[in-house]
C-alpha cells in the first residue's frame, strides 16, 4: 500500500505548468449558463468574465 501512495506521489507531483483546478460550482453555473442561454463554450466563458449575473440579466433585459 505505501509503495502505491509512494507512487502517486511522484505521478501527480505539484507542478507550475498548466492552470489550476476550477471549482466545480464554477462549472456547474457554466454548464446551466450553456443551456439556459444557448452559448457556445467560448461564449460562457465571455459572459462569466464579465461577471454571472450581468450574464443572465443581459439576456432577460428586453433590448
Known amino acids: 500500500m505505501m509503495s502505491s501512495i509512494l507512487e502517486l506521489a511522484t505521478i501527480f507531483k505539484d507542478s507550475t505548468v ?5 471549482p466545480p460550482a464554477q462549472i456547474a453555473l457554466a454548464i446551466i449558463l450553456q443551456a439556459y442561454l444557448g452559448i457556445s463554450d467560448d461564449e460562457v466563458i465571455e ?4 461577471g454571472s449575473t450581468l450574464a443572465v440579466s443581459s439576456r432577460l433585459s428586453p433590448v
Open 18 to 22: 498548466g492552470q489550476g483546478p476550477v
Open 47 to 50: 459572459e462569466m468574465s464579465r
